[in-house]
């Protein structure tokens, strides 16, 4: 079947800019997490949802990073008046439960913000 | 803090040859462990994963990985590598106390020559 996929894969913003980037999860998946890989770095966890409720937001960098899943499936992670260090990849992952623990990645979002 | 660190940044082997990449955590009690592959422009793929039971576990293209608890490692291991298995690899371990997110390792680069 589909596995996650995020959009746009490639986005160029000039700072001040704000951004909104997409994630599909695998069908069914009831979890979704938001993480975030600076170059050369593994990825950071940013934000996780449980269906449509967000229960971990702990790893937002400042109130200038949004994330929401209205309805339980696609998920928007959102950046205000973007800052050169927010450039990165932004990866989506979901796992069917809470309790089966394999997250499935998505190919990223590279943001630029020059 | 909980922290998952890859002491080795880059590996080099000749194709054919064994590998070993080494992962060591920091958790108060024993986490769940992952070892994740990333090719360029791909997102992450889980090889393996560690919940309890036996030590050694066998993952997807002939990866292994071995958890002795007495060095708070979880090294992965292949006999023969091939020019594909090329990557960057991620070792992630999660919490087992109900909170989902993953803690990465920085990566491994690892470079396979002819």
């Known amino acids: 079947g589909a596995g996650v996929s995020q959009s746009p894969r490639y986005k160029v913003a000039k700072r001040g800019q704000d951004v909104a980037l997409r994630c599909d999860p695998i069908?069914?998946?009831?979890?979704l997490f938001w993480y975030q890989q600076a170059l050369g770095q593994g990825p950071e966890f940013l934000t996780y949802?449980?269906?449509?409720?967000?229960?971990?937001k702990s790893g937002l960098p400042s109130d200038r990073f949004f994330a929401e899943r209205p309805e339980g499936s696609v998920s928007t992670l959102k950046i205000q008046r973007t800052q050169q260090e927010d450039s990165a990849v932004y990866l989506c992952?979901?796992?069917?439960?809470?309790?089966?623990?394999?997250?499935?990645f998505g190919p990223g979002t590279r943001l630029t913000v020059t | 803090a909980q922290s998952v660190t890859q002491p080795d940044i880059h590996i080099t082997v000749s194709e054919g040859a064994s590998l070993e990449l080494r992962c060591n955590y920091s958790?108060?009690?024993?986490?769940?462990l992952f070892w994740y592959v990333q090719s360029p422009g791909q997102g992450l793929q889980l090889l393996l994963k560690?919940?309890?039971?036996?030590?050694l576990v066998q993952g997807i293209k002939g990866f292994e990985a071995e958890f002795k608890r007495s060095q708070s490692s979880f090294n992965l291991r292949k006999p023969s590598v091939h020019w594909s298995d090329a990557a960057e690899y991620f070792c992630?371990?999660?919490?087992?106390?109900?909170?989902?997110?993953?803690?990465f390792g920085t990566g491994t680069r690892l470079t396979i020559i002819p």
């Open positions: 992952a979901s796992s069917f439960s809470h309790s089966t623990y394999e997250q499935y």
């Open positions: 069908s069914g998946h009831v979890s």
């Open positions: 949802f449980q269906n449509e409720a967000q229960l971990d």
């Open positions: 958790y108060g009690a024993t986490p769940y």
């Open positions: 560690y919940f309890s039971g036996d030590t």
């Open positions: 992630a371990a999660l919490s087992n106390f109900g909170n989902e997110k993953l803690t």
